[in-house]
């Protein structure tokens, strides 16, 4: 589904009540929420809504788990860090419980810590093949989503729920979920904003299907929902 909204502004404040929606309807479902977060500009403006009254006060955090769709292998006091900015902008102001978050970050070698992370997310999800209430997506300029690359291996993964890999064009290691298993999500929920997205934007949602190229394409659930929330500026291509 796409939602078109005169700004970033605007758009932060819709996904802050889709969030605080998802989060009360799993809760009284199931007795807990389960969220995986995104890193980048765009959700900054979403945790700070989410920071403070009224959103913080609807968000029952203390039955939230907290997880990352991505993250540079990078210490979580690196300024690159996902998590760090999660921390900063969203979670040192929220009661959620420190053990109820996931960062995506060990000593141990990336590689061996995305096998670890797919065991905490199977734990966490007792096996289902439901995968988590709500995953939250940015998009790059060139197409890509979480650590999903054009042209990288990843792309072609069919089992893993989580893989890391060593992305040579930044010089450094990323770990990432996994289309197959983002694509179990409940719901997923892209915020893209401003005028560089453009192409992309048009690319992914009405160009020809070329996943290899802009991998968002990839994100397609079979039974979840997905939304696109855009404004203006990021949307100036698409047929409206």
């Given at each position: 589904?796409?939602?078109?909204?005169?700004?970033?502004?605007?758009?932060?404040?819709?996904?802050?009540?889709?969030?605080?929606?998802?989060?009360?309807?799993?809760?009284?479902?199931?007795?807990?929420?389960?969220?995986?977060?995104?890193?980048?500009?765009s959700?900054?403006?979403?945790?700070?809504?989410?920071?403070?009254?009224?959103?913080?006060?609807?968000?029952?955090?203390?039955?939230?788990?907290?997880?990352?769709?991505?993250?540079?292998?990078?210490?979580?006091?690196?300024?690159?860090?996902?998590?760090?900015?999660?921390?900063?902008?969203?979670?040192?102001?929220?009661?959620?419980?420190?053990?109820?978050?996931?960062?995506?970050?060990?000593?141990?070698?990336?590689?061996?810590?995305?096998?670890?992370?797919?065991?905490i997310?199977?734990?966490?999800?007792?096996?289902?093949?439901?995968?988590?209430?709500?995953?939250?997506?940015?998009?790059?300029?060139?197409?890509?989503?979480?650590?999903?690359?054009?042209?990288?291996?990843?792309?072609?993964?069919?089992?893993?729920?989580v893989?890391?890999?060593?992305?040579?064009?930044?010089?450094?290691?990323?770990?990432?979920?996994t289309?197959?298993?983002?694509?179990?999500?409940?719901?997923?929920?892209?915020?893209?904003?401003?005028?560089?997205?453009?192409?992309?934007?048009?690319?992914?949602?009405?160009?020809?299907?070329?996943?290899?190229?802009?991998?968002?394409?990839l994100?397609?659930?079979?039974?979840?929902?997905t939304y696109?929330?855009?404004?203006?500026?990021?949307?100036?291509?698409?047929?409206?």
């Amino acid at each position: 589904m796409l939602h078109i909204f005169k700004d970033a502004q605007e758009l932060s404040k819709a996904a802050a009540e889709l969030f605080v929606k998802t989060a009360q309807k799993a809760v009284q479902e199931k007795g807990r929420f389960s969220v995986a977060l995104t890193g980048g500009s765009s959700p900054v403006q979403l945790h700070q809504l989410l920071a403070q009254s009224p959103y913080k006060d609807q968000v029952p955090w203390e039955q939230t788990y907290i997880f990352w769709g991505d993250e540079r292998w990078v210490p979580l006091t690196d300024e690159k860090s996902n998590a760090k900015m999660a921390l900063e902008t969203l979670l040192n102001y929220v009661p959620v419980p420190e053990n109820q978050i996931y960062p995506m970050w060990d000593e141990q070698e990336p590689e061996a810590y995305a096998r670890h992370y797919e065991e905490i997310l199977r734990n966490h999800l007792m096996e289902s093949a439901l995968g988590l209430d709500l995953i939250l997506l940015g998009m790059g300029d060139d197409g890509h989503t979480a650590s999903l690359f054009p042209g990288t291996d990843v792309l072609q993964e069919k089992t893993k729920w989580v893989d890391a890999y060593y992305l040579e064009p930044q010089q450094m290691h990323r770990i990432t979920l996994t289309a197959p298993f983002i694509n179990l999500a409940k719901k997923i929920l892209f915020l893209s904003f401003g005028e560089k997205k453009a192409d992309a934007l048009y690319e992914v949602l009405e160009g020809e299907r070329n996943p290899e190229k802009f991998p968002a394409q990839l994100i397609r659930p079979q039974q979840g929902e997905t939304y696109w929330f855009v404004d203006e500026a990021a949307a100036k291509r698409l047929k409206k």
